[in-house]
């Protein structure tokens, strides 16, 4: 008969075999809550962790947007500021060409004044006199050297004024640019998406760039460009209606110191015509006078030479009768005549002498006169040559009436206009 063979193993009790069951199932059942649990917490993590970061990105690209509007406001305040500063600076710089031109057109005044001056200078002997035409004509020069001083000072101002704009212009315009870029890179940012092909992880993202700035530094330097340049661009319209009103003011000054020059010159050739009318008045009766003179000197003559052969047949006759023999040698009554004759003629012949003598250095005083009449006839004569010169080189400074473009200054107040032939002649002689 056979036997079973038994396999030593270890045998367990069944209460451990219970206990093992048992155990397996509460660690199936705990290990289950604990996975649940987990999923749960993963879930909400999930859920949580994707509306914050749908949230997050929500908020970022407000705060892109609400950036990229606040950057075009300003690019925008900047486009506008650059256009009115570009406008502002070609208005100057015609404003300074302008007082450029003025300032070019004053030498044709100075040399005008400096011709007449030169001119007058031809005068001779007492004509070369400091009168009011002279006085006139220096105050003229003095007057355009003031104005054209003026004026340079008033360029030199504009040119300094568009070195600042120049300046400012550069800054806006880097400003620009910058905020231009700024844009592409936030626009650019705001496109992009999950999607994007040129998203990746860079190496420590959050780091702050060398030379960053504050919001506040930002917004500080903006706003200073701007309110710089609209301070300059209100220096620069300041600086325009004044070189506007230089301008004006030099012109009027110039301008009525011509008239007043010009009315010197007027006068001094009316009070020159009437003394070189009288002076040729003078001349006409002093050679009237002189012929009179030379003819009364004839006359004289003439007497004295008859006088004298009167003289002579007295003498003769008494020389004569001084040969009458013996007692016929009496002191007759004819010879008492003759004695009172010869004594009559010598005090006659004597007086017309003396009367000669008289009337000869009268005609002599008269010729000597008469020279210089004619001297200073010919002095005034030329001395009214040459301010009649004067005059006709003052024309010049007349501007023509068909080639009188009139012109409004910067104020609207004032338009330049050239008078009528006839208003013009009534105020010269005014």
């Not at 003011?249 to 003394?275: H, I, P, S, Y």
Request: aromatic share 4%; with cysteine.
């Amino acid at each position: 008969m056979a036997t079973l063979s038994a396999k030593p193993s270890q045998h367990y009790q069944l209460s451990d075999w219970r206990t093992n069951s048992y155990l397996l199932s509460t660690n199936a059942e705990r290990q289950r809550d604990a996975s649940h649990q987990i999923r749960q917490e993963a879930r909400i993590l999930r859920n949580e962790t994707n509306n914050q970061t749908v949230w997050d990105e929500h908020d970022t690209k407000v705060r892109l947007a609400e950036r990229i509007c606040t950057v075009n406001r300003w690019k925008e305040m900047l486009d506008k500021c650059l256009t009115d500063l570009d406008a502002e600076i070609d208005t100057l710089t015609q404003m300074k060409e302008s007082a450029e031109q003025n300032l070019q057109a004053k030498n044709l005044p100075l040399d005008v004044a400096i011709e007449c001056l030169t001119l007058r200078e031809s005068r001779r002997d007492i004509d070369v006199v400091k009168d009011p035409v002279e006085e006139e004509l220096l105050k003229e020069v003095e007057v355009i050297e003031a104005t054209k001083k003026t004026l340079q000072q008033r360029i030199d101002q504009a040119f300094q004024q568009l070195c600042l704009l120049q300046e400012i212009r550069q800054q806006l315009n880097s400003d620009h640019r910058d905020k231009m870029e700024t844009l592409d890179i936030d626009r650019g940012c705001l496109s992009l998406n999950l999607t994007s092909p040129n998203i990746s992880l860079k190496v420590n993202p959050t780091r702050v760039p060398k030379d960053s700035t504050t919001l506040q530094q930002w917004d500080e330097f903006s706003r200073f460009n701007k309110d710089r340049a609209d301070a300059e661009m209100k220096a620069a319209i300041e600086l325009r209606e004044a070189i506007a009103l230089t301008i004006a003011q030099t012109n009027n000054e110039l301008e009525a110191q011509r008239v007043t020059t010009e009315f010197a010159f007027r006068k001094r050739l009316r009070e020159m015509e009437g003394v070189y009318s009288e002076l040729k008045w003078q001349e006409k009766n002093t050679l009237e006078e002189i012929a009179e003179l030379q003819e009364d000197i004839r006359h004289l003559e003439d007497d004295l030479r008859r006088k004298i052969m009167n003289l002579k047949l007295a003498h003769t006759r008494l020389e004569s009768r001084t040969y009458r023999p013996n007692v016929e040698l009496c002191e007759d009554q004819t010879q008492g005549g003759l004695k009172d004759e010869v004594h009559q003629l010598e005090a006659t012949i004597a007086i017309l002498k003396q009367k000669l003598a008289q009337t000869q250095d009268a005609l002599d005083a008269l010729c000597k006169h008469l020279a210089r009449l004619q001297a200073d006839i010919a002095c005034k004569a030329n001395s009214m040559l040459l301010d009649t010169k004067c005059m006709d080189t003052r024309r010049k400074l007349k501007v023509p009436a068909e080639k009188f473009v009139p012109q409004v200054d910067t104020f609207k107040r004032t338009t330049n206009r050239t008078l009528s032939p006839f208003k013009t002649c009534q105020l010269e002689l005014t």
